[in-house]
């Protein structure tokens, strides 16, 4: 069956004079003349039987359903150069996946395991973004999300599936130098540091101290932090006590600039998720990073 597609090459003049709204600037980027754009931009126009520019004093912009189509047309011409890039780096083997994550998660936890992931599927490339919050798959190239929120969140992401891979158990971290020369706090005796709190999780400290059976009146208390990374430096910086994964700050602690300062750990309402879309057939590197994936967290969770 023959394909209602117009050329390649109208779709590339197309989304270049829709992203300049110019012509000229399009034929510059392409090396082409202005004219042989727009005979390519007529033609589409004639193909679809609509008017994707319009003229004004200035030059042309954009018709609302061009611009609608100059949205989805650029990231099918993304998907498109991505997918011949991995072809010709991978020379016909393997395959490659697109992958959104939360950041420390991504920089803290994933990235420093895929050296063994390369090593048992050295065909697969991963590219990885940084999201936080969901987002429909099908407006996107990923293949699939590295996401942290509770089941009700994942369960509300339309159109997925999620499989978990860790729980959020956070303790109370510190520099050592903060606490010396005492080793160890007891959970009374860390209601009186410090507190350093992530915005993200404003209740953070409260949970962790009712769980203790604490009265902490300081438990809203302290600079506040987006990321868990950020809490991570600030706390080794002497700056106070933070609460965090401790499968996020693995580095640290080896190296000692934190330490538990309570060992009394804490199950988060959330957890580290693996998000793909429900309706469509896994590829098999997809199927494989996820079986990865479950190995690595098991072993997480066992440490």
Known sequence: ??????STQALICFEAAARHESYTRAAQELALTQSAVSRQITALEDFLGLALFRRTRHGVALTPAGADYARQIARQLDTMER???????????????????VPTFATRWLIPRLPDFAAKHPDITVHIETRTRPFLFTDTTFDAAL????????????????????????????????IA????????????????????????????????QVDAPRAHSGPRYELFSMLAIAAAHGLGVALMPRMLIEAELARGELVVACDRPLRGERSYFL???????ERSALVLFRQWLL??????RMA
């Open 83 to 101: 997918d011949t890039l991995d072809t010709m780096a991978r020379q016909g083997s393997g395959g490659s996946l697109q992958l959104a994550a």
């Open 181 to 212: 020369p005492r080793k160890t706090l007891s959970p009374a005796a860390v209601a009186k540091q410090p507190l350093l709190q992530q915005s993200t999780r404003p209740d953070g400290w409260r949970q962790w101290f009712d769980a203790q």
């Open 295 to 300: 190995a690595q967290s098991a072993g997480g």
């Open 275 to 281: 998000v793909t879309p429900a309706s469509q057939d």
């Open 1 to 6: 069956m023959r394909r209602k597609i117009p």
């Open 147 to 178: 996401y942290t929120g509770t089941p009700a969140q994942t369960a509300n992401w339309a159109g997925t599936q999620s499989t978990v891979l860790l729980p959020e158990d956070v303790v109370p971290v510190c520099s050592p130098a903060l």
